[in-house]
């Protein structure tokens, strides 16, 4: 009897010890979110939103005069060696908001019969509050202001 007691004691202590390398990790900023308060410092750049119901994988959902109404956003391209994190086709519901400073290309892209604008990505930051869907933990426990390890990654937040 003493010998499961201690099985079951180590396995509960095992668990939590995995379980807090996963919070611990959680915490650790990758890259800060931008508030919409400070927009104006950066210039002029766009706001993105990932998009995994269309083949361009972005939504323009904003510019340097802030967030666009439901009505006037509208799918885009982007490319160049700087990109945002890629979104997540796992699971839908809310995706995470990019603050992107781009550069315009002239021509527009024919993505699967869609004409779209193109951009290129010089730079990006996640727009604050920094949004996870879906998540096994209560949201308190991930961080709002930055993002992190597991969101630099296309799979679901575990």
Known sequence: MK??????ISLFL?????L?????????????AVR????IKYGKFVLLQGNYDTG???????????????D????????????????STSFGGPQKVYLCKVEELPELRDIKGIM???????????VY???????????????????NIYDMSDEPVW
């Open 14 to 18: 095992f668990l939590f010890v995995i």
């Open 116 to 126: 779209c604008q193109a951009y290129k990505t010089i730079e990006w930051y996640p």
């Open 72 to 87: 006037k956003i509208y799918d885009i391209w982007i490319e160049g060696e700087v990109k945002p994190p890629a979104i």
């Open 3 to 8: 010998r499961i007691v201690r099985v079951v």
């Open 20 to 32: 807090g390398v996963y919070i611990i990790i959680a915490w650790i900023p990758v890259k800060y």
């Open 129 to 147: 509050p920094v949004i996870r869907e879906p998540t096994i933990l209560p949201d308190f426990v991930y961080p709002a202001g930055f993002i």
């Open 56 to 70: 361009t994988g972005w939504s323009k959902v904003g510019d340097e005069t802030g967030f666009y109404s439901d």
């Open 36 to 39: 919409e308060e400070d927009f």
